[in-house]
């Protein structure tokens, strides 16, 4: 979710942002039975928290026990009015992808870079960690990457506004 609301967020205000770094992004489902989901929320207000999806056996993601169901029909109504305006995303973007995430699709990753039209663009794919990157085998390599991206961009926007 934080992935596409830091997109809806380049897509709005585009203009105040040095740059954007995401990790995992979600721009779309490939569950099928999403779309029951609406109507579900009535009669199942909340299923099993999907949390710690981690490749360390030693760390554990502190998440709640369940997840609203209204939630996800939410997220799936921001992944509409996102995803078609991706093309309105110009700052320079920098991406970490788990290669395998049992909750977002790597896919996902592809359809963002498709999408944006940021020049700059840097993508790295992450060998050893699943969906919770951060907690994870590859979690030095988003904060060094993260970290020098941040700082290389906002030199640039420094130097545009001497």
Known sequence: MGGSLCLRLAEQRGGDLAGLVLVNPAIFDSKREGFLAPVLRYVMPSVAAIGSDLNKPDVREKTTDRTPVAAYV?????????????????????????????????????????????????????????????????????FSGSA???????????SVHD
Do not use: C
């Open 74 to 142: 939410s997220l799936r109504q921001l992944w509409k009015v996102t995803r078609p305006e991706l093309a309105r995303v110009t700052v320079p973007l920098r991406l970490f992808t788990s290669a395998q995430d049992h909750v977002v699709n790597p896919r996902n990753s592809a359809v963002v870079r498709a999408g944006v039209r940021s020049k700059d663009v840097e993508s790295t794919v992450l060998p050893r960690s699943f969906h919770v990157a951060t907690l994870d085998y590859d979690a030095e390599t988003i």
């Open 148 to 158: 020098e991206f941040m700082e290389r961009q906002l030199a640039k926007a420094r």
